[in-house]
């Protein structure tokens, strides 16, 4: 029953993550979109490179501490998740050997290239338009 709970949680984070992710998408091609239509294209896109910086020193660092401080990330993350003790299982329950640790560590990479890649694709949807609004001039 506590592993079911446990996958009940999951599932709700993940469609909480999901919903966040959709959300944020939307507002910054929208942002994006009306910014590039103004006139304030030398701003924005300044602005908008700099925020872009920090987000990949930002995910840089996150994959960084997964590397290093699997173990500390991994339990952090269920601590402040999760409710308390729903979450750790005895190594032979089926939750654990259907999702060993090397499942979950594949799955934050993922998680976080993810974002990575949407950056990249921002990032050069941002050139576009302002290029193209702008006649070819950035």
């Not at 910014?35 to 872009?52: A, D």
Request: with cysteine; net charge positive.
């Amino acid at each position: 029953a506590s592993e079911i709970n446990h996958l009940t949680d999951v599932k709700q984070l993940l469609k909480t993550v999901k919903l966040v992710t959709i959300g944020s998408n939307v507002l910054l091609f929208l942002l994006i979109w009306v910014f590039g239509k103004r006139n304030l294209s030398k701003k924005i896109l300044h602005l908008i490179k700099e925020s872009g910086v920090i987000y990949f020193l930002f995910l840089t660092t996150i994959f960084f501490l997964l590397f290093f401080f699997w173990q500390f990330i991994f339990v952090l993350f269920h601590q402040v998740l999760f409710p308390t003790g729903s979450w750790a299982f005895p190594a032979e329950s089926t939750l654990i050997r259907l999702f060993p640790e090397s499942f979950w560590q594949k799955i934050f990479v993922l998680c976080l290239t993810f974002p990575f890649v949407q950056m990249v694709i921002g990032f050069f949807l941002t050139l576009y338009i302002f290029k193209k609004n702008e006649g070819g001039r950035v």
